[in-house]
């Protein structure tokens, strides 16, 4: 008999997302759902405005990753009226993209997934003179790992602990079977993610200096930058270049190195060695070298087939809402695309908790669209970079993958897989960090001989146009689609990287990368699904991006008291 688990919500995430699971008598997941139940109505707010406030208004799509957006909806203005952007305006976006990527793939190792690799209660029980030791297994130069300072960490835990105010470290599914680091790897990694609250921040800062503030930074307009007295100032530029070193200090000796650390010790641990059942994987264009020169490079993959990859074409990209609360008559391409709500209500059935609401799989079940490329489903995300960019040869993917791999003795199948897009995460922030002085390095030296930034724009309003922005924001590629009629915008669309992974299954019964990821995983303790959860957060979820809510007449939506004890 099958059961069914309902996980809402899936925390530790950006937004609202409730997975439900079916098992068979094994505890093993055969079907899958995925719904994110808050609307998004940016679209709609969009239609009528100027698309000079574009980029600022699409950047409130998110608190996280809110240049991603900033920057992506500029764009799409710019391509959709055909203004030039000057080379020191490229730069300094690929520089606060950059700062981004590092920071939120930071965030998301240490303080949104790691408690599911980390069992901080077995962390109170390590030897830290032990642990130490353990530490220089994994690097020669290690961060945050030394006797003392780890046993500091542990006395402050355990301090946590008799106090009773466990704050982040509460209601987890500590001493579940499937955590495979022993007690002093767990101290390890909990004196990282301890570091990472301090490093996190600095990442923040290098963001800040071209952009005013972080997050939602200030600085870019149509048609360039607004941070000109920053990009002249030496004192700034040199304050950019200590910072961003000091990020890349703490990804060489401690996200490197807890990542060997847990591909060492979840190598056999089956709840990571799947999860990557959609093999159709598709990136673009990061981190500007010089004019048109990126390092990480455009391309699709499909079929896990490492030795074929194909160019994007835009025009293959639909969203199809079969199974979403919206209405449409089929897919739609996002310049053609409607954001019409048609919301329905879910089903009560029985579950392993008694009987609960649960989502109408026949039916509509979630906030989020189905984007397909050529009608199939798609991975996107810093494993799709990773393997795209594997696959095209790219010298410095290649080298960091190849050098990665040998270390662990992981063949490159396990690329595909839950440990492996974790792992793709920190690669892909790594590169990052090691190749972004060569933007800057660029910048530096373009300023010499060219100091603008700035190209007034036009837009004819007897005129009609139409164009896209597309880069690659830390969870993947994110395009937005614009219409513009009469100087106003006339359509908006916004297909972002979690509505890629998270999308409903679609109307020719395709399912998406995070329902497909889950089928056939097992389930130790159906009551305490870390394993889901721990698939479901290598992806990153952000499901902020793929839906919003908002009442339009100013009411009141939802009212939430904190337990002051659990501070």
């Not at 939602?216 to 004192?235: E, F, K, N, Y």
Request: hydrophobic share 40%; charged share 20%.
């Amino acid at each position: 008999m099958s059961k069914r688990v309902v996980i809402d919500p899936i925390t530790r995430i950006e937004g609202h997302l409730r997975i439900e699971v079916e098992l068979d008598q094994n505890n093993v997941v055969k079907k899958a759902w995925a719904s994110s139940t808050l609307f998004r109505g940016l679209e709609i707010i969009l239609k009528g405005r100027t698309p000079y406030d574009v980029g600022l208004l699409v950047q409130r799509i998110c608190g996280v990753c809110t240049f991603s957006h900033y920057l992506c909806g500029t764009m799409a203005v710019e391509n959709a009226i055909g203004a030039k952007v000057p080379l020191n305006a490229q730069y300094l976006r690929s520089l606060m993209l950059d700062s981004l990527h590092m920071h939120d793939h930071i965030v998301h190792f240490y303080i949104l997934a790691g408690m599911d690799w980390i069992d901080v209660v077995s962390a109170l029980s390590a030897d830290p003179a032990k642990a130490a030791q353990v530490a220089m297994k994994y690097s020669a130069t290690p961060m945050a790992a030394g006797e003392g300072e780890l046993r500091a960490v542990q006395e402050k835990v355990k301090g946590l602990v008799a106090s009773g105010k466990l704050g982040p470290f509460a209601n987890a599914y500590w001493g579940n079977k499937t955590y495979k680091f022993s007690p002093e790897q767990n101290l390890i990694g909990l004196s990282h993610y301890l570091k990472a609250l301090e490093v996190q921040r600095i990442a923040a800062e290098t963001m800040a200096i071209w952009g005013g503030k972080n997050p939602h930074p200030q600085s870019i307009v149509v048609g360039g930058i607004t941070s000109v007295r920053d990009m002249l100032s030496p004192a700034r530029l040199q304050e950019f270049a200590q910072k961003t070193a000091h990020v890349k200090e703490f990804i060489e000796r401690c996200y490197y190195p807890d990542l060997l650390m847990a591909a060492e010790a979840y190598k056999n641990e089956n709840s990571v060695l799947g999860g990557a059942n959609v093999r159709n994987f598709m990136a673009t264009n990061e981190l500007l070298l010089g004019e048109n020169n990126h390092l990480f490079k455009q391309g699709i993959i499909r079929n896990g087939d490492l030795s074929k990859v194909e160019d994007v074409d835009p025009m293959k990209i639909e969203e199809d809402v079969a199974h979403a609360w919206y209405s449409a008559k089929g897919p739609q391409h996002p310049w053609n695309g409607t954001t019409i709500p048609d919301h329905t209500p879910f089903i009560e059935r029985d579950t392993i908790y008694g009987k609960l609401p649960t989502v109408d799989e026949a039916g509509k079940y979630s906030w989020v669209k189905s984007p397909r490329y050529a009608g199939e489903p798609v991975e996107v995300g810093p494993l799709s970079a990773i393997l795209v960019n594997y696959a095209r040869g790219t010298k410095e993917v290649v080298e960091v993958v190849d050098e990665f791999l040998r270390q662990t003795g992981l063949p490159t199948e396990a690329l595909f897989s839950t440990l492996g897009r974790t792992a793709a995460r920190m690669l892909h922030c790594l590169i990052n960090a090691r190749n972004c002085d060569r933007t800057f390095n660029a910048l530096v030296k373009n300023i010499n001989s060219d100091e603008t930034t700035y190209i007034q724009p036009s837009i004819d309003p007897d005129k009609e146009y139409k164009g896209f922005g597309m880069i690659e924001a830390p969870r993947g590629l994110l395009s937005h689609w614009i219409r513009i009629k009469g100087a106003l915008v006339e359509n908006y669309q916004a297909v972002v990287p979690t509505t890629w992974n998270a999308g409903p299954i679609d109307s020719n019964g395709k399912v998406g990368p995070y329902e497909a990821s889950l089928v056939g995983l097992q389930i130790s303790e159906p009551e305490k699904p870390l394993e889901v959860v721990r698939v479901i957060h290598s992806f990153d979820p952000c499901m902020a991006c793929s839906v919003h809510v908002m009442d339009y007449k100013g009411k009141s939506l939802s009212e939430f008291r904190v337990d002051p004890s659990a501070l």
